[in-house]
């Protein structure tokens, strides 16, 4: 294919998934369905803890909503819900895994994840 056509094409993609060319807002969905799967856990096992989860799944939902152009929902929500049940497997690994050595691995990537999404949250 010749290079002319291959930049045309890229265009013409990412300009009918605007959301597709901003990894900030990539990266603000994929924190929401993390901190969204934690909170959940926590409602289970931690409640006391879900209200400050709640508190910063509401801060990244609202810099999601900032920075989402119009038409981006579908692939913004694709974007949460696969990180969500990426988090749930880590969690089901913390809690149910019955090997403790991946449960202790699964703890640590579980909360280097939460920390990333945390970071990018002013307190």
């Known amino acids: 294919m010749a290079r002319g056509l291959e930049t045309l094409l890229a265009v013409l993609v990412l300009g009918a998934f605007p959301a597709a060319a901003d990894p900030l807002l990539r990266q603000f969905a994929v924190c929401a369905g993390r901190l969204s799967a934690i909170m959940e856990d926590q409602w289970m096992f931690d409640g006391p803890a879900s209200e400050r989860t709640a508190e910063e799944l509401h801060a990244m939902v609202s810099l999601i909503e900032a920075s989402m152009p119009e038409g981006a929902g579908r ?20 809690r149910f895994g019955g090997d403790p050595r ?22």
């Open 75 to 94: 692939q913004v929500m694709g974007w949460r819900i696969d990180a969500k049940v990426a988090q749930r497997a880590l969690l089901a690994q913390v």
């Open 102 to 123: 991946l449960s202790e691995t699964a703890a640590a990537r579980a909360e280097a994840l939460a920390a990333e999404c945390r970071a990018l949250i002013l307190s």
